[in-house]
């Protein structure tokens, strides 16, 4: 069983910068494909981005693009998601996902393991 972990959620006022990360407890982020989702209130689950299993190419939505910068650290067993000029329609629970294939997926049922999730509230 893979853990997913997520940190560094918080309150930050608009324009402002956080960085999450997401440690794949006792196994190597280097096996999985590495992406972000986020879920607001009454809103469907939305992909943010993803990091390839094999490509250190990350892959992102058109909503974040530009403002978001996803990185991996496979010795530290840890991906990161740096989020820049937030917006309040960022404000959403942001979640860590992990899979064994490679490529490019952005559906939420392509993903095998998730974690726990971390809140984001911008404010305007």
């Known amino acids: 069983q893979v853990h997913l972990v997520e940190s560094g959620g918080g309150l930050v006022q608009a324009g402002g910068s956080l960085r999450l990360s997401c440690t794949t407890a006792?196994?190597?982020?280097?096996?999985?494909?590495m992406a972000w989702f986020r879920q607001a209130p009454g809103k469907e689950r939305e992909f943010v981005g993803l990091?390839?299993?094999?490509?250190?190419?990350?892959y992102y939505s058109d909503s974040v693009k530009g403002r978001f910068t996803l990185s991996r650290d496979n010795a530290k067993k840890t991906s990161y998601l740096q989020m820049n000029n937030l917006k309040p329609e960022d404000t959403a629970e942001y979640y860590c996902?992990?899979?064994?294939?490679?490529?490019?997926?952005?559906?939420?049922?392509?993903?095998?393991?998730w974690g726990q999730g971390t809140q984001v509230s911008v404010s305007s």
């Open positions: 996902a992990a899979a064994l294939w490679d490529g490019i997926r952005t559906a939420e049922g392509d993903y095998d393991y």
């Open positions: 006792g196994v190597s982020t280097g096996w999985f494909a």
């Open positions: 990091v390839p299993r094999s490509v250190n190419i990350p």
